[in-house]
C-alpha cells in the first residue's frame, strides 16, 4: 500500500484515478487547506472575494444590484417594502414585546369586529397554527381572550380586553412613526395615492 502526502485536492484526484485499480491509497491531508489568493478567489464565481479587500469591497455593495432587471419588477419592489418596513416595524415594536404578526392581530380585535380564528387566518394569509401561536401570545401579555363565537360553537372569537385596547394605542402609535420612517420620501397626497393603489392590489375581488 502506498501513502500519499497530497497538497491539495486535485492532485489527490489525480493519483487516486491512477492507483485506484491496484490499491486504496492512505492518503495523509494536511490539517487546514492553505489559504487562496485574492485573484483565485475572484476566479471561481463560487467563491466570494476575500473579506476587507479593498479592491472587491465594492462588490459587496448591494446598491450596485439597483440597476437590474429585478429591481424594476413590481412584486420585487412591493416585496422588499414590505420585508424593509416590517424588519424596522418590529425593531420598534420590540419595546411593547409584539411584532408586526401579532400587533395585527392585536389591532383587529381591538376593531370590534370580533374575528375567529379561522377569519384571521385568512385576512391575513397565515396558516392557522400560526394565528394559535399568535393569539397565545397575546393572551399571555393579558391583551386578548377568546370567547365562543355566537355564530358557530364549534368557534372561538378573539376579543381585546382593556389592557389590549391600552396596548394597542401604545403599539398604533409606533407603527404610525415607522411608516412615516418608510415613507418620509412621499408627499401626502403620494401617500394616499400609493394606499388606494395598494388597497386595490390587495383587495381585488376574486376572478
Not at 422588499?80 to 411584532?99: H, K, P
Amino acid at each position: 500500500m502506498k501513502t500519499y502526502i497530497v497538497e491539495n485536492v486535485n492532485e489527490f484526484t489525480m493519483v487516486y484515478s491512477m492507483e485506484m485499480t491496484q490499491s486504496v491509497p492512505a492518503v495523509k491531508m494536511p490539517t487546514a487547506p492553505p489559504a487562496e489568493s485574492s485573484a483565485a478567489v475572484l476566479a471561481d464565481p463560487g467563491l466570494d472575494a476575500a473579506v476587507g479587500d479593498p479592491a472587491t469591497d465594492h462588490l459587496r455593495d448591494p446598491d450596485r444590484l439597483r440597476d437590474t432587471e429585478l429591481a424594476n419588477e413590481i412584486e420585487f419592489m412591493t416585496a422588499r417594502a414590505r420585508s424593509v418596513g416590517s424588519g424596522r416595524a418590529n425593531t420598534m415594536l420590540a419595546a411593547l414585546d409584539l411584532r408586526v404578526r401579532s400587533y395585527s392581530v392585536l389591532s383587529l380585535a381591538c376593531s370590534g369586529q370580533n374575528p375567529s380564528q379561522r377569519e384571521l387566518a385568512g385576512f391575513l394569509s397565515l396558516d392557522p397554527s400560526q394565528i394559535v401561536a399568535l393569539v397565545d401570545h397575546l393572551e399571555r401579555l393579558g391583551a386578548v381572550i377568546r370567547e365562543q363565537d355566537p355564530r358557530d360553537r364549534r368557534s372561538k372569537v378573539i376579543v381585546a380586553t382593556p389592557a389590549g385596547r391600552k396596548l394597542y394605542r401604545q403599539a398604533a402609535a409606533v407603527i404610525q412613526a415607522a411608516e412615516d420612517r418608510s415613507l418620509r420620501g412621499l408627499s401626502v397626497a403620494e401617500r394616499e395615492q400609493l394606499r388606494s393603489l395598494l388597497r386595490r392590489i390587495a383587495f381585488e375581488p376574486a376572478p
